[in-house]
């Protein structure tokens, strides 16, 4: 029998509670038949007559709080899912016995003992870590293995079932009361002190061999007649007190007690000497640790603190961690002793001391504690030791080396976005005005400044000094002239609270939000705080990437060939994350297209995020995606102004705007017919009543009494409508405040669509759990935004071509600054895709070879320039791609224009344009487009440039938008960037790029001429200097060399045609 149609269920280990939950040896049939325990809950089952769906999303939520677990005294957690009527956790199979049947069945010591016991708090520590309360802890809930190795389990189903027992039921089928705290047992407020009181009652039983008595007077009696040390004794004492405030303070306090007991139990006879010098108990006396600056104080205060202590070298000093002190050593000359020589307090923070704990050797060993001129015999324990604490460092050190050197990247963008940061705050006051008047006919505000400032351009949006001396944003920047800067004033500015004098800065609210949303990824993932906890492995060593077995689909959605195919079966064989590269028109969007619907197909609950650098990509997937599953729950994040329109009726605040109008128009309608059942008079009562009125001048006294009566009911019904009509009122109010149905939403929905950034500008959002995480064009994300979706999700895919654009980098930062920062533009370029798909593993990552859009031979260039080692094949023939030009069937044409004069390039500001290749592109588009027009048919046109400059004088030359000229043609006019992820019919690329020096700037980027010149379906037309293209130098290269070999060297494709 097989469950997630993945885990085959093999043998029944247990049943619990009424059959509710069955755990299961199973095996992972995607996996080499790995086995697995499986605890299947059935959510048919009502849970003391709970609503079914309330026990689902407990178990939704409850899983996603187990898949942060990592810990080896947990059992671990490898997957979760809803198959049918049942909800299903799979973790590590543990061969190992309960702690019941192997206290019962072994002769254990009270130093073995102790170490199960230091193994369950280690274990039960990190899940209070992770804000994760047990609630059912008990000797039954803990596996021994014949080793020793102890793993807690059954996290998920005693919290699901604390959570949703109904109050009138009693608790004997939802916990075992003998181990189960006392506010359990009342049904108050459960805490990690709850988890306490039943570690106490485990302990208990660890050393008695009997269940804690259910009368709890006993139980304390019962502890002091338990053959173990009285310290062991007064930790139960603690541990069992009914009011949970009186139990130990933290589960540290209670691990370094069990320690210290482990230590005297199993170290007699091995002994260790410290001497502290004569200024060590006045140092001791300022820190407030001893009433009494005298040596016999300090040593009783060394002793206990040292009581459970380890030690780690670094730089050739030796540092002793105690409870509370750390303590500067040297060794002794004659290797007998440790010498103090200072002292700090450590911080009381836990998670600090235990980093300073675990960064040692822990020592077993008795301390004897001694003052400076006490004599101390010899000792050979130190050897060892020290060896040990030597080799532990060292290994630290390499590690923290691969650590950094693994770590570049992200510690890059870590600087990268510190120094933008402060570049960020220096804008906010650019520089000083000292005056403003306001132009009403223009709606413009004329700000007079001291000097201008490089920082202040047209369009940015900008604040000045408001009366009470705060920046006040006042509009959008116009126009910049001389010392005076004109801003389009916005709507509803109150000029009466402006400062005639002040500073004038940029509004920079949207972007310094960015850039805490990019900082805060960043070090969530060099924290390891990520829902996947491999990610940051990963990212360190993509080698380390593995798959699960690869189940063959054998039912598509779409129409897709097998190399396609292939994509997807491998990409749901994810285990952790897996890399797509799709070369332009590959059908990257298909595929992912295709891995949605077959996600949802096998799991009707798993929750996808859907993701892209850019807008315009996730509107194009989740429109190809939403084709095939109209059923399924979409929402899609942005702004309405971002977004296309086909994707507005996606968009969660319109979604709920919908919900609220339906739910609205339901309840009025509800309570109408609610009025007209239940709240009405007998008419023909009424009327025969009136009659009689009429009939008679006066009423006697049983008639009077009726008519009472009856009025009472009329008030009584009136008053009831008033109470349902005050309530629909407030009904409506609340479904006004729709930002309390946005969460209900998002965690209903099965996809959520959304940019890099736009995943976490919601706070709805931000802590939201994914099964799968896929984003699109993922070679355009810097690394920082790469990460803002990614740490979300349990299985990551990601779909790029890091041969093609690079991630946007800000020029914010300049050069020198970035030098001294170690920082180079082109490491910043290097996006994290490019970097895991290097490095990963074949069997993490495909290209797909399937070409859908180019006529053949503009295939083969691209195949032949820009992605050599790949078989890419084109699945269109060239009939398929048929252009109506006098080139046919060439599909290749150069425009060389190195014969025609005047052909340099001219600088434009900081851009340049090339005013005779302008011309050229004008007159190939006049013949395109009497061609098209002779033969009855129509194209579009992508006119490519990498300049801006020689974008905008081939706008104000070709007119692209008067349809009277281009009457069959479709033109857009746009540099490399924007048409990215776009296609047209034919594609005419301006070089620019033409000087003596043979320069040719960021043209030698691959990844740009690679989108250029795939853009065009049928024909790839290229305009400039061939001559001057194929000997221009750059320290990168020079692409434009290998393409102009490619059309030398297929003249029946290709054309190189001189314009003279």
């Known amino acids: ?43 048919s089952t009502k849970i003391n007559n709970q609503n079914q769906i309330d026990v689902k999303e407990l178990f939704r939520r409850e899983s996603d709080s187990l898949s942060r677990l990592k810990h080896p005294n947990i059992i671990g957690y490898m997957d979760a899912g809803i198959d049918e009527d049942n909800f299903y956790i799979v973790t590590e199979y543990f061969d190992g016995y309960s702690l019941d049947k192997y206290i019962k069945l072994s002769s254990l010591n009270d130093e073995e003992i102790l170490k199960i016991a230091i193994s369950i708090l280690e274990g039960l520590a990190e899940a209070h870590t992770n804000n994760i309360v047990h609630r059912d802890l008990k000797p039954n809930n803990i596996l021994v293995d014949e080793f020793g190795n102890v793993k807690i389990i059954d996290f998920g189903i005693s919290k699901i079932l604390d959570l949703t027992y109904d109050p009138t039921e009693t608790l004997k089928d939802l916990m075992t009361v003998a181990y189960a705290s006392p506010e359990q047992l009342l049904r108050g407020s459960v805490k990690f002190e709850s988890d306490y009181y039943s570690f106490g009652a485990i302990l208990y039983f660890m050393f008695s061999k009997e269940d804690p008595p259910i009368n709890r007077e006993q139980f304390y009696e019962n502890i002091y007649r338990l053959t173990c040390s009285n310290r062991i004794k007064e930790l139960l004492a603690s541990l069992l007190q009914n009011e949970p405030s009186k139990r130990p303070r933290s589960i540290y306090h209670i691990i370094n007690e069990i320690k210290k007991e482990y230590i005297d139990t199993s170290t007699k006879g091995k002994v260790l000497y410290l001497k502290m010098n004569n200024f060590i108990p006045k140092v001791l006396y300022d820190l407030g640790m001893i009433k009494y600056p005298n040596a016999e104080t300090a040593v009783t205060f060394i002793t206990n603190d040292i009581k459970v202590s380890s030690i780690y070298k670094h730089n050739n000093n030796l540092y002793l961690i105690g409870d509370s002190i750390k303590y500067h050593c040297k060794m002794s000359l004659d290797g007998s002793h440790l010498l103090i020589g200072n002292i700090n307090s450590i911080d009381d923070d836990f998670s600090v001391k235990e980093k300073e704990f675990n960064r040692g050797i822990e020592i077993i060993a008795n301390w004897i504690v001694t003052k400076q001129n006490q004599f101390i015999p010899d000792n050979d324990f130190w050897g060892e030791l020290l060896s040990q604490v030597t080799d532990k460092e060292k290994k630290r050190r390499v590690r923290l080396n691969r650590e950094q050197e693994e770590d570049m990247l992200l510690n890059k963008w870590d600087k990268y976005l510190q120094e933008e940061y402060q570049i960020l705050q220096k804008k906010k006051r650019v520089c000083n005005y000292y005056d403003f008047d306001y132009d009403a006919l223009e709606g413009k505000l004329l700000v007079s400044v001291d000097t201008i400032n490089d920082d202040l351009e047209k369009g ?4 000045l000094t408001s009366k009470v001396d705060q920046a006040i944003t006042v509009g959008v920047i116009d126009e910049i002239e001389e010392n005076t800067v004109s801003i389009n004033l916005s709507p509803n500015i109150n000029l009466d609270n402006v400062s005639k004098r002040g500073k004038i800065g940029l509004d920079v609210v949207q972007v310094e939000s960015s850039l805490k949303r990019l900082s805060k990824a960043t070090r969530a993932i060099k924290l390891g705080n990520s829902v996947n906890p491999n990610l940051i492995d990963i990212i360190r060593s993509p080698e380390i990437v593995t798959m699960n077995k690869i ?38 969007t298909t595929v992912i297209t295709e891995i949605v619907c077959q996600i949802l197909k096998e799991n009707p609950k798993a929750r996808i995020l859907l993701t892209s650098q850019s807008h315009v990509a996730v509107d194009h997937a989740i429109n190809s995606i939403s084709k095939y599953l109209n ?21 969660m605040s319109n979604q709920v705007n919908k919900w609220v109008d339906k739910v609205k128009r339901d309840s009025k309608n509800e309570f109408y017919n609610y009025l007209k059942s239940k709240i009405k008079l007998n ?4 009327e025969m009543a009136m009659e009689e009125l009429r009939k008679n001048n006066s009423i006697d006294e049983d008639e009077k009494n009726e008519l009472t009566n009856f009025s009472i009911l009329v008030d009584q019904k009136t008053s009831k409508v008033n109470e349902l009509t005050v309530i629909l009122r407030e009904w409506h109010r609340r479904l006004g405040n729709l930002e309390e149905f946005d969460e209900i939403f998002a965690h209903n929905a099965s996809i959520v669509a959304a940019t890099c ?4 500008s919601r706070n709805i959002l931000s802590e939201m759990i994914f099964d799968w995480v896929i984003v699109d064009e993922a070679a355009r994300a810097t690394a920082p935004e790469l990460l803002v979706p990614i740490i ?20 914010g930062i300049d050069e020198h600054k970035k030098e001294e920062k170690g920082l180079r533009t082109s490491d910043l370029e290097k996006s994290l895709f490019e970097e895991l798909f290097g490095k990963i593993s074949d069997e993490g990552k495909i290209v797909l070879t399937s070409q859908y859009r180019m006529h053949p031979n503009i295939s083969n260039l691209i195949r032949d320039v820009f992605y050599p080692t790949e078989n890419i094949i084109s699945r269109k023939s060239a009939d398929e791609r048929k252009h109506y030009l006098n080139w046919w069937p060439k599909s290749i044409v150069w425009l060389n224009t190195h014969s025609i004069d005047n052909n340099k390039e001219q600088p434009v500001g900081s851009s340049k344009k090339n005013e005779i290749e302008a011309k050229v592109i004008l007159n190939c588009l006049q013949k395109i487009q009497q061609s098209y027009k002779q033969q009855s048919q129509s194209a579009s046109i992508a006119v490519i440039s990498g300049y801006d400059g020689q974008r905008r004088i081939l706008n104000n030359l070709i007119k692209p938008s008067d349809h009277n000229i281009w009457s069959n043609l479709e033109i857009e006019i746009n540099n490399v960037d924007a048409f990215q992820g776009s296609e047209a019919d034919i594609a005419i690329y301006s070089l620019v790029r033409c000087n003596s020096e043979g320069k040719i700037g960021f043209l030698s980027d691959a990844r740009r001429l690679n989108v250029a010149f795939s853009r065009g379906k049928s024909c790839l037309i290229i305009v400039g200097d061939a001559y001057f293209a194929e000997r221009a130098t750059s320290f990168s290269g020079n692409p434009f060399f290998d393409v102009i070999t490619y059309i030398k060297r297929n003249p029946q494709n290709c054309l190189m045609e001189d314009i003279k």
């Open 551 to 588: 189940v063959e689909v054998n039912d598509f959605f779409q129409n897709i060939d097998e190399a396609n195919k292939k994509a997807v079966n491998m990409a749901l064989s994810t285990k952790d994350i897996f890399l797509i590269q799709g070369p332009p028109g590959t059908g990257k």
């Open 792 to 811: 979300k999700g349990k299985k990551i895919i990601l779909v790029g071509d890091h041969k093609q654009l690079p991630p946007v980098v800000g020029d």
């Open 460 to 463: 940015d949006l900008v604040q």
């Open 757 to 760: 950034l736009g995943i976490a």
């Open 631 to 651: 059923g399924e729950k979409i929402i899609r994040i942005g702004r309405t102004d971002k977004i296309s329109v086909k994707s507005e009726s996606l968009l």
């Open 1 to 43: 029998m097989l469950i997630g149609k993945r885990y085959s269920l093999d043998n029944i280990i247990k049943r619990k509670n009424d059959n509710i939950c069955t755990l299961w040896q199973g095996s992972d049939i995607k996996n080499n038949c790995e086995t697995v325990a499986i605890k299947v809950l059935s959510v």
């Open 683 to 686: 008419d023909e009562e009424l």
